[in-house]
């Protein structure tokens, strides 16, 4: 049977670097309290100019490299955000310009699944490998969060929580016999979705609900930045990431205790600590960057899994868990046999 294989991985962030005190002289806020909430000490800002879509493609670039592979060699573009550069078309077919395989008239898949836009991702990469449609595709999260916050005291419970980057994984065909466990590939993914807590964390316009979707009152209007209900989004991660785990787990007859590498969406050092704290699984095992980037959204966990790689955080035969929570609500979990 065929089992996807993630044959490289890449990651990018811009290079300017906004600590929590560049945020403190904006609104009222500071170091303290957005590291003692949050555990973020700075995050990076792309320039004007320079879109999700432009990271994406240095992050993918850094995945082939990785994987010894051509552009070209790409049968297929799978792309979250939720910062697109543009409201239509999405950023997928911006990558696949960017890499300069237009000409190869491979399908580019846009996803809108927020924080959990690289699971989403990854599940549909995973099923197009599976069933055998394509045999390479690009997973690419990218976000640039950054022109759409506000920086007023207004926006500050969101706006020192985000910041901008992308990170990619090639995943590829390979064949095992009898879906051996501990053959590499990714073994298991579970997504879920809520949609009554839809308006607990959004960006409600511009929207096509009321005409004109433009309107001066939404240039001044808290409409147009993030709104997010922080303590049931918080409450509600504590709970479903534990929760999708141990189900994602149990398809193996496995516990927490077999995961050897633990990568969780980059939202909140807190929630991950209690998150990992819930499973019993030790803080060595549970890997964190949220410290230097804030929270990327779709960016996150495959910059993450890059940063992990690169850094020779996980061997062969280790059993590397992701997991995710974000707007939708959403969340997901993804089993890999490294
Ligand atoms: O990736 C998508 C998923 N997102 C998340 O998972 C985020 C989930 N939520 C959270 O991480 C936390 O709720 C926050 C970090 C957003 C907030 O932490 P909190 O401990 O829940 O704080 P709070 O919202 O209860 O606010 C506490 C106080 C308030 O003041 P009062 O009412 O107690 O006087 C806020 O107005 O902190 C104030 N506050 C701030 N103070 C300084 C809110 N934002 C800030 C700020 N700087 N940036």
């Given amino acids: 049977m065929k089992r996807s294989k993630i044959l490289g991985t890449g990651h990018f962030v811009p290079d300017r670097v906004v600590t929590n005190f560049d945020l403190a ?17 700075e995050r990076r800002y792309a320039e004007d100019g320079i879109g999700p879509a432009d990271m994406g493609a ?3 670039k850094r995945a082939l490299e990785a994987a010894g592979l051509e552009a070209k060699d790409i049968d297929c573009i799978v792309f979250g955000t939720l910062s697109p550069d543009l409201q239509f078309p999405g ?12 000409d190869t008239y491979i399908p580019c898949f846009d996803l809108r699944n927020q924080c959990s836009g690289y ?11 599976k069933n055998g449609t394509f045999d390479k595709v690009l997973v690419v999260g990218a976000e ?38 501990d053959a590499p590939g990714l073994l298991e993914i579970e997504t879920h979705a809520q949609g009554e807590y839809a308006r607990e964390l959004m960006v409600e316009a511009p929207n096509t609900i009321i005409k004109p979707w433009v309107r001066q ?7 147009a930045f993030p709104s997010m209900n922080g303590r049931l989004v918080f409450m509600h991660a504590c709970s479903r990431m534990p929760e999708i785990v141990v189900k994602v787990l149990a398809k193996r007859g496995w516990t ?14 807190r929630i991950n600590q209690r998150v990992a704290k819930q499973l019993e699984i030790p803080e060595e095992k549970c890997h964190n960057n949220i410290m230097k980037y804030g929270n990327l959204s779709a960016g996150s966990i495959p910059t993450l899994l890059d940063e992990v790689v690169r850094g020779g955080q996980v061997k062969r035969g280790d059993l590397v868990c992701m997991a995710g929570f974000g ?5 997901g979990s993804i089993l890999y046999r490294w």
């Fill in 58 to 60: 240095e992050a993918s």
């Fill in 256 to 269: 927490p205790a077999d995961v050897d590498v633990f990568l969780p969406h980059q939202a909140n050092l």
């Fill in 144 to 181: 640039k969060h950054s022109p759409a916050l506000d920086h007023t005291n207004r926006g500050r419970d969101v706006a020192v929580l985000f910041g901008d980057g992308s990170g990619a994984t090639i995943l590829g065909a390979v064949e095992v016999e009898d879906d051996d466990p």
């Fill in 217 to 223: 009152e939404l240039v001044d209007n808290p409409m």
């Fill in 25 to 41: 002289k904006l609104m009222d806020t500071s170091d303290e309290w957005i590291q003692q909430r949050s555990g973020i000490v």
């Fill in 327 to 331: 707007s939708g609500f959403t969340w």
């Fill in 119 to 129: 699971l989403y991702g990854m599940q549909v990469a995973d099923a197009f490998i």
């Fill in 91 to 102: 950023g997928g077919v911006l990558v696949q310009h960017k890499l300069g395989i237009s």
